[in-house]
């Protein structure tokens, strides 16, 4: 069936460093990714989504390319601030389908001082 | 634009108490999904609607939960007899649609501690 995997429970970073969170996911259908963030005490919000191979999409100062050769759809910023602590969600969906999203595990991003 | 309403914010129970939770989603979306969340992990869906009827339940455990949505607006989930397992966030999102707009609106939530 459908997946997502995130690999890093937990990443640590310094204020400044750039970041890659990892998403890979297995399908059999055309898919479509999200990433959601989470802060703390806080409802999950969309940050990016594409289901266009190969095509750049940022929002925010973070960016992902959806490659379809490899089944990722990596997030990632060149510059991380202290407010971008939160837990981070890829999630897919079947393209053009009304099916449920297929959530990864979740990666925790800590940035300190 | 209103965002999706849930309350309460915060319950907690000792294990065979009931409890409810209610969920107010963006005006005019269709569809209406509840998840829960433990604690550091992903959202797991439930059961989820549109309008009034329920689409998909097969993740809601249906000997003690249960969720309504009866005029296709508002959505309550009811716990009827906790389990310390059954601690976890509770969400409502909404979204337009079926879900084809791509895009789910979750709420802030209600945790859920079971003693």
């Known amino acids: 069936g459908d997946s997502v995997t995130q690999t890093e429970g937990l990443v640590t970073l310094t204020k400044g460093l750039p970041v890659m969170l990892n998403c890979t996911y297995q399908?059999?259908?055309?898919?479509?990714l999200f990433w959601y963030v989470q802060h703390l005490n806080e409802a999950p919000k969309l940050l990016l989504k594409?289901?266009?191979d190969n095509k750049r999409t940022e929002h925010q100062g973070f960016y992902a390319t959806l490659h379809k050769s490899s089944s990722s759809f990596h997030l990632q910023k060149s510059s991380v601030q202290l407010s971008d602590s939160a837990l981070y969600f890829c999630?897919?969906?079947?393209?053009?389908?009304?099916?449920?999203?297929?959530w990864g595990s979740g990666t925790k991003l800590i940035i300190k001082p | 634009e209103a965002g999706v309403t849930q309350s309460p914010r915060y319950a907690v129970l000792q294990e065979g108490q009931a409890v409810s939770f209610w969920c107010d989603p963006i005006?005019?979306?269709?569809?209406l999904y509840w998840y829960q969340q433990p604690r550091d992990q992903g959202p797991q869906l439930l059961v989820y609607?549109?309008?009034?009827?329920?689409?998909?339940n097969s993740q809601l455990p249906s000997d003690r939960f249960s969720a309504v949505r009866p005029k296709g607006t508002n959505s309550t989930l009811k716990i009827q007899s906790a389990k310390q397992g059954d601690t976890a966030t509770y969400l409502c999102a909404s979204s337009l649609d079926g879900g084809r707009q791509n895009t789910l609106y979750f709420g802030a939530g209600t945790r859920l501690s079971v003693l």
């Open positions: 005006s005019g979306h269709d569809t």
């Open positions: 609607f549109r309008d009034e009827a329920v689409i998909d």
């Open positions: 999630a897919l969906r079947e393209k053009d389908s009304n099916y449920q999203l297929i």
């Open positions: 399908t059999t259908y055309s898919p479509f």
């Open positions: 594409s289901s266009t």
